[in-house]
Nanobody
Framework: QVQLVESGGGLVQTGRSLRLSCAAS????????MGWYRQAPGQQRELVAV???????NYADSVKGRFTISRDNAKNTVYLQMNSLKPEDTAVYYC??????????????WGQGTQVTVSS
């Protein structure tokens, strides 16, 4: 059974930092694109950052320059370093793993989410 387990969320003040981790029980972790999404109350889930199996990275415009996604394939773990946090970053953050074949998503897994709250 595939599990994605997030950790590192919490309550912080504006301007502070948090580092989220996602440990994945995936076979061939390195072949998955790993992403972080977030969902604020009353809002749709949105992509925050993604790192492909080849190391290509994309960020949402709202977090560019503040957040950094990285992965450690030896530890089956993906990270999200979040700096200069703002109240609008408050959300539940979800880890996602996608396996592509012939440009189609063939496997798609989600973690349970971790709450990040930024106080003003």
């Amino acid at each position: 059974q595939v599990q994605l387990v997030e950790s590192g969320g919490g309550l912080v003040q504006t301007g502070r930092s948090l580092r989220l981790s996602c440990a994945a029980s995936l076979t061939a972790f390195s072949t998955y694109a790993m992403g972080w999404y977030r969902q604020a109350p009353g809002q749709q889930r949105e992509l925050v950052a993604v790192i492909t199996s080849g190391g290509r990275i994309n960020y949402a415009d709202s977090v560019k320059g503040r957040f950094t996604i990285s992965r450690d394939n030896a530890k089956n773990t993906v990270y999200l370093q979040m700096n200069s946090l703002k109240p609008e970053d408050t959300a539940v953050y979800y880890c996602n793993a996608k396996y592509f074949y012939a440009d189609n998503v063939r496997r798609d897994y989600w973690g349970q989410g971790t709450q990040v709250t930024v106080s003003s």
